[in-house]
């Protein structure tokens, strides 16, 4: 619990515990508005937030040009199904085709949607185009993948909480270890009808893949008939210091899943990304989403699509990334056993002994720092893409305090 809880925090609390199913367990921290990287919550106490919404907040929180694009579409057409078409959808599916040097977007929703959609388009592709007996395509992923929490995503999922109790299962996948190119060669048979990955693995504790790695990949599925799929929707949209984690090894997917920051922080909204001769597999009636594409997300997810281009947030991941990454470095063999990442996202091991991630996530947040623990002793570094040095410099001595140097 944080050191000095008053009766709006705990009240807040209570009232979360009574009422909001107990699917997270979040730090005592109660926000009530927020602005660039910073969350001022209930009490009027400040924090930075080293998080972003698991990277859905890269652009800032409130980011002034998504919430005036957002108040403009407000103000004349939030929804109509795509029953109809809506002025916004097309100019924004074009802007993001283009971004990702690809024909066609499907609109929807949350990550795991898009991820479900993808999952949907592969094999219908594998049954329509490249010839697999119709119920037989199987998709390759990697161990300790995380795509969501839908039931055929957790199928295929190595982490036994998000798994236990939910079966039964859906079938047709087969994992191999994430960074292992011979493993995936040797998985790929004639009923593959696409890898799923995440370029750099995010939940896993941001495990950046060996050089070779995705690189190979690419090769391996052009030579097999097999889609590329990369699941960008943690790792994409300017969180690495590019445009898309695959651009570090000039990798171009089959396909992109994009989510998260796509809706600039503001609306769920997701994306799949490919051409023509994948997406075209898709017909009416056979996917939809009454509130995928609609016409206040699709504004503005154009505007998010028009930040990128100018591409100053990758630019700034790229260049306050390797700020950060030096000031963590800094801390290995003083309490930190290792760092990884690219751009503004790092994965920090914690020394066990000096407490669990969680421990010290809420040692963190007494002091005005938020970040999130991910599997153990990992801590996660992935602020809004305005945060400054200055900011980066104030939160690693945080953590340099709390864990004891
Ligand atoms: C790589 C990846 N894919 C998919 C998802 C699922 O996204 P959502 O929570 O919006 O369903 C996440 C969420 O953390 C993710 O990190």
Redesign the pocket.
Known sequence: MLGSMSTRTEDTIALDRRHVAHNYAPLPVVAASALGAWITDVEGRRYLDCLAA??AVNFGHRNPEVIAAAHAQLDALTLVSRAFHSDRLAPFCAALAQLCGKDMVLPMN??????ESAIKVARKWGADVKGVPAGQGTIIVARNN????TTTIISFSDDDTARRGFGPYTPGFRSVEFGDADALADAIDDHTVAVLL?PIQ??AGIVVPPGDYLPRVRRLCTQHDVLMIA?????GLARTGRTFACDHWSVVPDVY?L??ALGGGVV?L?AVVADEHVLGVLHPGEHGSTFGGNPLAAAIGTTVVDILRRGEFQRRSAELGAHLHDRLQGLTGRGVLDVRGKGLWAGVDIDPALGSGKQVSLRLAERGVLVKDTHGSTLRFAPPLVITADEIDWAVDQLAEVLGH
């Open positions: 698991y990277s949350s990550g795991a949607e898009a991820v995380f795509h969501g929490r995440e995010g939940e699941d960008e929707i943690q790792s899943l989510g998260k769920p997701s």
